[in-house]
């Protein structure tokens, strides 16, 4: 079996970094200098610390199934609700709940945010809110959210929430109205641990698990074609 070579090394080590990311990983980099400064070991800690801020921000390529039909997860992270709930008011869709599925985001997983399937974005709403845990049910409804509406290429329309969590501060929108995406391309970010939430058409089945691993702008998270039943069951 051939050795991995010194690009195909640096390329699963150094990945691209998220524009956001910049200022951050400057501030922490610059604090490492001056802990050095006051007391190496503090300075050996700022260095961890600022391979982490690279590593948040980090926004790798991804490999996004082409086929049609095809809804994947907006988000790395693991599932934490599948339940009915009627979309953002914000929005203008129908009150008619849809299966939502939350896609819940921790401090360590890559943060920039893909496009579940391809469409035209009919709607943007920001609503602000409170910071509680993005794993909890009640963070739909009471934090602070940006909401995004997209109408497919059968006019059938999806919803796709970016919420903000205990620490994140900061949500980041890229699209707006009459904009046409492609299934996982990129569409803003969350900075520091949060929460997606997709709004599945009526009828359409998810074809993950609770606690099932998700992989932005890969991991099929439905399928508009598919006629199986949802899975009944819980990752543990």
């Given at each position: 079996m051939p050795e991995p070579s010194?690009?195909?090394?640096?390329?699963?080590?150094?990945?691209?970094?998220?524009?956001?990311?910049?200022?951050?990983?400057?501030?922490?980099?610059?604090v490492t200098l001056v802990l050095f400064l006051i007391w190496q070991p503090l300075g050996w800690l700022g260095v961890i610390l600022t391979i982490w801020c690279y590593y948040f921000f980090r926004d790798p390529d991804r490999?996004?199934?082409?086929?049609?039909?095809?809804?994947?997860?907006?988000?790395?992270?693991?599932?934490?609700?599948?339940?009915?709930?009627?979309?953002?008011?914000?929005?203008?869709?129908?009150?008619?709940?849809?299966?939502?599925?939350?896609?819940f985001m921790n401090v360590f997983?890559?943060?920039?945010?893909?496009?579940?399937?391809?469409?035209?974005?009919?709607?943007?709403?920001?609503?602000?809110?409170k910071f509680f845990n993005a794993s909890l049910d009640k963070a739909s409804v009471d934090n602070e959210r940006n909401s995004v509406a997209l109408r497919m290429a059968d006019g059938r329309q999806l919803a796709v929430v970016q919420i903000a969590g205990l620490v994140a501060r900061r949500i980041v929108c890229d699209v707006k109205p009459g904009d046409v995406l492609e299934t996982g391309e990129r569409f803003g970010m969350i900075r520091f641990g949060s929460r997606l939430d997709v709004y599945l058409?009526?009828?359409?089945?998810?074809?993950?698990?609770?606690?099932?691993?998700?992989?932005?702008?890969?991991?099929?998270?439905?399928?508009l074609t598919a006629s199986e039943p949802r899975r009944m069951a819980e990752i543990r």
């Amino acid at each position: 079996m051939p050795e991995p070579s010194h690009d195909s090394i640096l390329n699963a080590v150094i990945k691209p970094v998220h524009r956001e990311g910049y200022p951050f990983i400057g501030i922490f980099a610059a604090v490492t200098l001056v802990l050095f400064l006051i007391w190496q070991p503090l300075g050996w800690l700022g260095v961890i610390l600022t391979i982490w801020c690279y590593y948040f921000f980090r926004d790798p390529d991804r490999q996004t199934p082409t086929r049609d039909g095809l809804i994947v997860s907006p988000a790395d992270g693991v599932v934490s609700l599948i339940e009915p709930a009627a979309p953002p008011a914000e929005l203008g869709l129908s009150e008619t709940p849809l299966t939502r599925v939350s896609v819940f985001m921790n401090v360590f997983n890559c943060h920039v945010n893909r496009l579940p399937i391809a469409g035209e974005i009919t709607a943007v709403g920001y609503r602000p809110g409170k910071f509680f845990n993005a794993s909890l049910d009640k963070a739909s409804v009471d934090n602070e959210r940006n909401s995004v509406a997209l109408r497919m290429a059968d006019g059938r329309q999806l919803a796709v929430v970016q919420i903000a969590g205990l620490v994140a501060r900061r949500i980041v929108c890229d699209v707006k109205p009459g904009d046409v995406l492609e299934t996982g391309e990129r569409f803003g970010m969350i900075r520091f641990g949060s929460r997606l939430d997709v709004y599945l058409p009526e009828g359409v089945e998810p074809l993950v698990a609770l606690g099932q691993t998700m992989v932005a702008g890969e991991t099929v998270l439905a399928d508009l074609t598919a006629s199986e039943p949802r899975r009944m069951a819980e990752i543990r």
